[in-house]
């Protein structure tokens, strides 16, 4: 009898060897790969190597093109400096001119100056002159009229004389001798000028129904009797009315007032038909009565 067939297990060495395969070619991949990332930093720093030097070169240009252009510009300056040096002392020259034209000019518009002054001073001197001479002209004149004033006032103080001379005092109807009476215009201007009452001229119309203000009294015509030279009148003083009745022409009317020591006068010099005009006279002296 024939034995079975005997069928060989495989052995753990053929496990192994493919672990190691797999084990190699996954390094071989990363070695790969390794090795493409080093290639490609290795051409990357040679590109940044190579700009760097590109730019360092444009930099020497731009920094060899800026000395260029500086070292022009201070060659233009010197140049500068140099025209402005010769311009300078060429200058002074000119200016040394201008200063002796100005002072020539200064000089010129002295002399007319002066010459202009001393023309207007001369001119001043003769219209005093003349102005002078039509002093002494008017002077004359004056003295002319002066004279002449002296005249007409001598003259005016003789009639003024004569016309007081002519003047009677009259006794009031309150039996006091108290002054003039005047009779017309005349007369009452002498009266004014030897100034020693005060005097205030109105005229009365009957149809007035409000009393008229005359120095610091009020008068109010009552009637008026034209052919008989007769009047009536009230006079409001004092606050009190009194009544001056049939009252004749030129006569004196008097009335205290508390305020005088001297009575009021009013005299009449003319009657018309529903009117009368007159004058009224009061003390210079106001002091009040004891």
Do not use: C
């Amino acid at each position: 009898m024939s034995s079975p067939m005997y069928t060989p297990q495989p052995s753990g060495s053929g496990v192994k060897t493919a672990l190691v395969a797999g084990g190699l070619i996954a390094l071989l991949v990363s070695n790969i790969a390794l090795w493409y990332r080093v290639e490609t930093s290795r051409t990357e720093a040679l590109a940044s190597s190579q700009a760097m030097l590109a730019e360092v070169t444009a930099l020497k240009e731009a920094a060899s093109a800026t000395t260029a252009s500086h070292r022009h510009s201070l060659d233009s300056l010197k140049e500068a400096l140099e025209q402005a040096r010769q311009q300078a002392n060429q200058a002074a020259g000119h200016a040394k001119q201008e200063a002796q034209a100005h002072a020539d000019q200064l000089a010129k518009q002295l002399t007319d100056a002066q010459a202009k002054q001393q023309a207007q001073v001369q001119s001043e001197i003769t219209d005093v002159q003349q102005q002078a001479s039509t002093a002494n002209t008017k002077i004359g004149e004056v003295s002319g009229d002066v004279t002449a004033v002296k005249t007409d006032l001598g003259s005016t103080k003789a009639e003024l004389d004569k016309t007081i001379a002519n003047l009677s005092k009259v006794q009031g109807d309150l039996g006091v001798t108290n002054g003039y009476v005047a009779t017309n215009g005349k007369e009452l201007d002498a009266l004014k000028r030897l100034n020693d009452r005060n005097y205030f001229q109105f005229t009365l119309v009957k149809k007035d129904k409000q009393a008229k203000r005359v120095g610091d009294i009020s008068l109010k015509l009552k009637s008026a009797d034209k052919k008989k030279n007769k009047y009536t009148v009230e006079v409001l003083a004092d606050d009190k009315t009194v009544e001056k009745k049939d009252r004749g022409i030129n006569e004196p009317l008097q009335f205290y007032v508390a305020k005088a020591k001297q009575p009021y006068e009013l005299v009449v010099n003319e009657i018309g038909k529903d009117q009368i005009t007159g004058y009224l006279a009061t003390p210079k002296d106001t002091t009040p009565r004891n």
